[in-house]
């Protein structure tokens, strides 16, 4: 019995085997087709989750046993739902549009800011009357470089490379993000954007990582400034001269679309350039930023104060000029960002003092006390002597004596000297609102 029914199987695969082999190549012919059309319209590699040599992968054929013979049957109806299937993996416009994913909204970038614009926000800043003088001059000098090159005339190199020298807080990233926005108004730069680096974000552990690293940050500044502040820095050692020596060769290659501002105090900038004779080539206008009087620290304080919605009252003012008058000018005073801290400073002391009260008004929240700018015991840097404060600065808003304004560069004077001097009952002049940052 068990001989007939095997041979019985025997003689039907015989019959059916044929039919069976048949349709397997037909599919394999169909499918390798349209991967073959799909993948030369889309110009990918293989986008189907499909093997057509494995018939166990996706979109393997269904029970062969049940399969009706010949190769006719191989394709199926255009309503069954296989159909329906293959189209979706084999429709090249289907397949291109699966796997993206819906489109981000982004928020249209502003519009660059025109050179009349830039130039009178750099007109705008407190003080720097010869900085904002040198960097009209040198705009009027690239102007006109470029109008003679449309002209066809000859253009000669005029290096657009410059030193910034000055103690800290004097302005001089503010003035490099104008620079920037300038040139690139001037058409001398593609986009006109700041990057600031110092020695840290040039120099590698390894040497020759330092040259890629150096590399890849004036990549990023393409177009636009590099700032590279303190960079005398990168003096004294093989890891430094090699971020120089890179630094001289990218600023060749990319000399039409990339301007290079170091900066840094002036004794320390000067030595640095001339040791360099690749960079004493390449930076010939040094721009030097001088300290703040006391005049323009005012105008900076009271900048600040109106543009974060504060207010701050005549004896106010004459409390921050007192204090102003208790520090000693060297490299470590902060010139405007003394000016932010004080009134960053301030804005704690209005907090506590309101600790206690409820509701208070919003004259009580916009207003800063002489209080508010006087301070307190640990907080005493670069005073000349602990005692002077209480003698310089009534709290209550009026001061004893306030300093004669004078060279904002002398030497610290101690509280004799102080009362020696007559009050300044001047006013105050007519400054900018204009922040430094």
Do not use: C
């Not at 044929?18 to 799909?38: F, M, N, T, W, Y």
């Amino acid at each position: 019995m068990a001989d007939k029914d095997t041979e019985q199987l025997m003689s039907e695969f015989a019959e059916k085997g044929p039919g069976i082999l048949d349709q397997v190549l037909a599919k394999l012919r169909q499918v390798s087709g349209e991967q073959g059309a799909a993948i030369r319209g889309l110009g990918t590699a293989n986008p189907f989750d499909l093997d057509p040599l494995n018939p166990h992968a996706p979109g393997a054929f269904g029970d062969l046993t049940t399969a009706q013979t010949g190769a006719a049957s191989a394709t199926p109806s255009p309503g069954s739902p296989s159909s329906a299937s293959e189209s979706t993996q084999t429709d090249p416009a289907r397949i291109a549009t699966a796997g993206e994913k819906p489109e981000e909204t982004k928020e249209p970038e502003p519009e660059p800011k025109s050179l009349d614009e830039l130039l009178a926000e750099l007109d705008g800043l407190v003080g720097l009357t010869s900085v904002k003088e040198e960097i009209h001059r040198q705009s009027q000098i690239l102007r006109i470089q470029a109008l003679r090159d449309q002209a066809g005339l000859k253009d000669p190199t005029v290096t657009r490379h410059l030193v910034f020298v000055g103690n800290p807080g004097t302005g001089k990233t503010t003035v490099a993000r104008l620079v920037g926005g300038i040139y690139r108004a001037l058409g001398l730069l593609s986009k006109g954007h700041l990057t600031e680096v110092d020695r840290s974000e040039l120099v590698a552990g390894y040497l020759g990582q330092t040259a890629i690293k150096t590399a890849e940050l004036v990549e990023q500044a393409a177009g636009g400034v590099l700032f590279i502040d303190e960079a005398y820095a990168l003096a004294g050692d093989q890891y430094g001269e090699e971020a120089i020596n890179t630094l001289v060769k990218e600023m060749e290659d990319r000399r039409a679309d990339l301007v290079v501002i170091v900066a840094g105090y002036p004794l320390p900038m000067a030595r640095f350039i001339a040791e360099n004779p690749g960079l004493e080539s390449r930076f010939r206008t040094t721009i030097i930023f001088p300290d703040y009087t006391d005049d323009e620290l005012v105008g900076i304080f009271t900048s600040i104060v109106n543009g974060a919605d504060y207010d701050a009252p005549e004896e106010t003012i004459r409390a921050f000029r007192a204090l102003l008058a208790l520090q000693i000018r060297d490299e470590s005073f902060g010139n405007g960002r003394f000016s932010r801290n004080v009134f960053e400073g301030a804005i704690g002391k209005l907090a506590w003092r309101l600790k206690d009260v409820e509701e208070p008004t919003v004259e009580q929240l916009r207003t800063l006390l002489p209080q508010d700018v006087a301070p307190v015991p640990q907080e005493r840097p670069n005073v000349a002597l602990p005692g002077d404060i209480p003698q310089a600065l009534d709290v209550e808003g009026e001061p004893e004596e306030t300093q004669d304004q004078g060279d904002p560069g002398r030497s610290a004077t101690t509280s004799a000297d102080h009362a020696a001097e007559p009050p300044d009952s001047s006013e105050d002049t007519d400054v900018s609102d204009q922040a430094q940052q």
